[in-house]
């Protein structure tokens, strides 16, 4: 497993560059299995990445490593994207890595009636979201590009056509923060995450037009 301050979400990219002692034993043992070399990714709720003694989340997602390539004989650089979600049962001792024992985590009724439509309504929503935050960071001295978090690959490309994978990118772009998006993430299926979604947009574009005001 591997704890981060953010959370990655199925269809999603990690970019890593892992130099802790015992990351480095963990990529090695992923690449040592058979079939394709994955880990468990969860949200650091309480403390940092680096040292240990943090509290982590209960939920969390598959990263298959698609790209790793070793710096010198201290770093790794990888690319990872988020393949599905689990729950994770119980953290297990740091020994040699953070360890978990976990279960596959499906999504609630993945084909709910109406959901394309949804989607296309979320797309436009979060669209417009992006341009609020765009707006705030230009204008406002205070601001930062880095306020809100989004997936800068999914952020240049398109959300998929699959309706369940597309919940997941929205959750993605929406200019949010790592608390919301793992609450996104813990929603029970993409009919559900979406309506989140509208509700937790509703909460952002108030902030960031208060900002502008």
């Known amino acids: 497993m591997f704890p ?14 892992v130099f802790e002692p015992r990351y480095r034993d963990m990529v090695r043992d992923c690449l040592r299995v058979d079939g394709d070399p994955e880990f468990g990714q969860a949200l650091i709720t309480h403390g940092w990445e680096t040292g240990g003694g943090d509290e982590r ?8 490593m698609l790209q790793v ?12 994207v ?75 490309g398109e959300i998929s056509d699959d309706p369940l994978l597309a919940s997941y990118h ?10 919301d998006r793992f ?5 029970p299926g993409p009919a559900a995450r979406l309506a989140l979604l509208d509700e937790i947009l509703d909460d952002v574009e108030a902030m960031l037009r208060f900002r502008l005001s």
């Open 183 to 187: 609450r996104l993430l813990s929603a």
């Open 170 to 179: 929205l959750a993605a772009l929406a200019p949010i923060g790592p608390a």
């Open 69 to 80: 390539e070793a710096l010198d004989e201290h770093r790794y650089a990888l690319i990872a």
């Open 82 to 156: 988020g393949t599905r979600r689990i729950r994770i049962n119980a953290w297990l001792p740091d020994d040699p890595y953070p360890l978990a024992d976990v279960d596959d985590w499906p999504d609630d009724d993945p084909d709910a009636p109406g959901l394309a439509e949804t989607v296309d309504a979320a797309l436009v929503r979060v669209r417009a979201a992006q341009a609020l935050a765009l707006d705030v960071a230009r204008r406002v001295d205070d601001s930062s590009p880095d306020a809100f978090d989004t997936d800068g690959d999914l952020e240049r």
């Open 4 to 17: 981060l301050g953010s959370v990655l979400l199925p269809g999603a990219i990690l970019p890593l560059h």
């Open 57 to 64: 989340a209960m939920v969390g997602t598959v990263a298959r």
